[in-house]
């Protein structure tokens, strides 16, 4: 009689545990639950540079609600006139800008869009941009689209 009520209160937390998990997938690691890449990066010329604009992500690649965004990089290639024709000078992106949305620096933050110069172009040269969100671990993105702009000073 003891062992049948140990073997029933057994089988009765096993049911109360398995009942109350809650989860509808299997677990993943925290690298794979990751922003999702921004889509709408956009570029305005302005005098002496461009201003950047994209909105804030709100989701996880996963779907799940994004609760953990800490902030934003900005990658930029430069390929001068002269480099046009040179495919390995124009493969690497360089990190511009590195903000938080707690200290955005030079970033404006409007409601859940995202403004930024960049007021460092040079003349004759072909500039292409992409931004990376990431996580509060430190976990990035995808890469948004791309927008090029050709940066020629009028004087």
Not at 105 to 132: C, F, Q
Request: net charge negative; charged share 30%; with cysteine.
């Amino acid at each position: 009689m003891y062992r049948l009520f140990q073997r029933l209160l057994i089988l009765a937390a096993l049911l109360i545990f398995a009942a109350s998990c809650g989860v509808k997938a299997p677990p993943l690691p925290p690298e794979y639950v990751v922003p999702e890449k921004i889509k709408d990066l956009k570029v305005k010329m302005v005098e002496g540079g461009v201003i950047l604009r994209w909105t804030i992500p709100d989701k996880n690649t996963d779907g799940t609600e994004l609760t953990d965004l800490s902030g934003f990089k900005v990658f930029r290639k430069d390929v001068p006139d002269e480099e046009i024709d040179c495919p390995p000078c124009t493969e690497k992106f360089e990190e511009i800008f590195d903000f938080t949305l707690t200290v955005p620096g030079k970033a404006k933050v409007e409601k859940d869009r995202i403004y930024i110069e960049d007021l460092s172009l040079l003349p004759n040269v072909s500039y292409t941009y992409v931004v990376v969100s990431y996580n509060t671990a430190g976990y990035r993105s995808s890469f948004s689209n791309t927008v090029d702009v050709y940066f020629r000073r009028t004087e």
